[in-house]
T-cell receptor, first 113, second 113 residues
Framework: KNQVEQSPQSLIILEGKNCTLQ??????????LRWYKQDTGRGPVSLTI?????NTKSNGRYTATLDADTKQSSLHITASQLSDSASYIC????????????FGTGTQLKVEL | NAGVTQTPKFRILKIGQSMTLQCAQD?????MYWYRQDPGMGLKLIYY???????DKGEVPNGYNVSRSTTEDFPLRLELAAPSQTSVYFC????????????FGSGTQLSVL
């Protein structure tokens, strides 16, 4: 069982609309949580990195939130653009043990006209 | 900076053949990683290196080997290719002034037939 679960698996929205992607994790001890954007045929690109003490972090139209108590994170995309079409991956860094990153399977977002 | 450069972008191998996936970074990062990404799965760590001359196994190292003779280069070697190694391979690096942020290459699509 993957220790980082993302939902929904896929999502289609209209250009200009907002959306929120979810990430639940069970890994511990937890060091930080990251969100990556992966365009088709490309490597992942970092959007945000949050430590357990941070509740929110923004990067332009992307805002990530973190609730370390419930082990949940969300990525909110505002005023979506066609270029936002991509896979969004939640990644958790486990403290110790070689600083292991655990990757979610991603949410595939498609933004349409 | 070119960032993380991977070659080749695509490759088809026959069962039992060997090949080396090349990875180079020009950001003077100490940490380098090799991941594989299978359809519907999160990225899995194959091998990683914390500096020149130092490498260690990740989650799925069987069938692969690595070396790190310089800070810049981190090649991944497949000795006896098997169909189970059909995947997309990503190299990544982090370190220096970039801190925890992980930079990925654009990937190598490998098919073993």
């Amino acid at each position: 069982k993957n220790q980082v679960e993302q939902s929904p698996q896929s999502l289609i929205i209209l250009e200009g609309k907002n959306c929120t992607l979810q990430c639940n994790y069970t890994v511990s001890p937890f060091s930080n949580l990251r969100w990556y954007k992966q365009d088709t045929g490309r490597g992942p690109v970092s959007l945000t990195i949050m430590t357990f003490s941070e509740n929110t972090k923004s990067n332009g139209r992307y805002t990530a939130t973190l609730d370390a108590d419930t082990k949940q994170s969300s990525l909110h995309i505002t005023a979506s653009q066609l270029s936002d079409s991509a896979s969004y991956i939640c990644v958790v860094l486990i403290t110790g043990g070689g600083n292991k990153l655990t990757f979610g399977t991603g949410t595939q977002l498609k933004v349409e006209l | 900076n070119a960032g993380v450069t991977q070659t080749p972008k695509f490759r088809i191998l026959k069962i039992g053949q060997s090949m080396t996936l090349q990875c180079a970074q020009d950001m003077n990062h100490n940490y380098m990683y090799w991941y594989r990404q299978d359809p519907g799965m999160g990225l899995k760590l194959i091998y990683y290196s914390v500096g020149a001359g130092i490498t260690d196994k990740g989650e799925v190292p069987n069938g692969y080997n690595v070396s790190r003779s310089t800070t810049e280069d981190f090649p991944l070697r497949l000795e006896l290719a098997a169909p189970s190694q059909t995947s997309v391979y990503f190299c990544a690096s982090r370190g220096g002034g970039d801190g925890e942020k992980l930079f990925f290459g654009s990937g190598t699509q490998l098919s073993v037939l």
